[in-house]
C-alpha cells in the first residue's frame, strides 16, 4: 500500500542552525502539508501546498519556515535559524485533491539545543 | 477550534468491542467526520470517514445519528496494538481550507 514517508526520523540541531525536513508524499497525490506536534501537545496544521505554491498556512508558518517541491517527489520543509521552541514532530501529509483524504508519514523528531 | 467533543479517556478489555463517542453538534449539512489515531508519537493513521450513512472497512464501524450531532467509531474486537489516541475531526468537502483540525482526542487504553 503506498505510503507517506519523511526523512530522517530524527535530527538534532543548534539553535540558529538551518535544518530542512524531507517528504515523499503518495505518487498521485497533488495537495501536500506539513503539521507539527510539540511534545504533549495538538497536532497543528502549518501549511499546505499545490502546484508549487502555498494553498495555506497557519500564523505558526512564519519568515522562518518554507517549503519546496524540489523535483517531481519530494517535499520538503525549512526552517531558517532554528529556536528552541521549535523542538516538535513534523509530520507531513499528502491527498488526491484537497476534497480527500489525507494520510501522514510517520514524523521527524526535532530536536534544537 | 476543534469542532468536536470526545472524552479524554477510555478503556476496554482485549477482544472485545471498542465503542469511541463523538459529539459534532454544530456539522452543516455537506461536512464530513473524519476519525484518525495516533499511537504514541507516530504520524496520524486515518481509519474511515462518513458524511450519514454507516461505514465500515477492515479497520473499523462508523455510526452517525441521524441528525448527525454525534457519532461512534466502534473498534468491534479491540487488541492491545489499538491502544491510541482518536481523533474526530469534522471536515467540509467544499471548505476552502485544507487543513485538518485535531483536538485533543481520546486516548483508549487496551487492557490485556
Known amino acids: 500500500e503506498p505510503e507517506v514517508t519523511q526523512t530522517p526520523s530524527h535530527q538534532v540541531t543548534q539553535m540558529g542552525q538551518e535544518v530542512i525536513l524531507r517528504c515523499v508524499p503518495i505518487?498521485?497525490?497533488?495537495?501536500f502539508y506539513w503539521y507539527r506536534q510539540i511534545l504533549g501537545q495538538k497536532v497543528e496544521f502549518l501549511v499546505s501546498f499545490y502546484n508549487n505554491e502555498i494553498s495555506e498556512k497557519s500564523e505558526i508558518f512564519d519568515d522562518q519556515f518554507s517549503v519546496e517541491r524540489p523535483d517531481g517527489s519530494n517535499f520538503t520543509l525549512k526552517i531558517r535559524s532554528t529556536k528552541l521552541e521549535d523542538s516538535a514532530m513534523y509530520f507531513c501529509?499528502?491527498?488526491?485533491?484537497?476534497?480527500?483524504?489525507?494520510?501522514f508519514g510517520p514524523g521527524t523528531r526535532l530536536l534544537v539545543l | 477550534d476543534a469542532k468536536t467533543t470526545q472524552p479524554p479517556s477510555m478503556d476496554c478489555a482485549e477482544g472485545r468491542a471498542a465503542n469511541l463517542p463523538c459529539n459534532h453538534s454544530t456539522i452543516s449539512g455537506n461536512e464530513y467526520v473524519y476519525w484518525y489515531r495516533q499511537i504514541h508519537s507516530q504520524g496520524p493513521q486515518y481509519i474511515i470517514h462518513g458524511l450519514k450513512n454507516n461505514e465500515t472497512n477492515e479497520m473499523a464501524s462508523l455510526i452517525i445519528t441521524e441528525d448527525r450531532k454525534s457519532s461512534t467509531l466502534i473498534l468491534p474486537h479491540a487488541t492491545l496494538r489499538d491502544t491510541a489516541v482518536y481523533y474526530c475531526?469534522?471536515?467540509?468537502?467544499?471548505?476552502?481550507?485544507?487543513?485538518?483540525?485535531f483536538g485533543s482526542g481520546t486516548r483508549l487504553l487496551v487492557r490485556p
Open positions: 505518487s498521485n497525490h497533488l495537495y
Open positions: 475531526i469534522v471536515r467540509g468537502r467544499m471548505d476552502s481550507s485544507y487543513k485538518l483540525i
Open positions: 501529509a499528502s491527498s488526491e485533491d484537497t476534497e480527500e483524504t489525507q494520510y
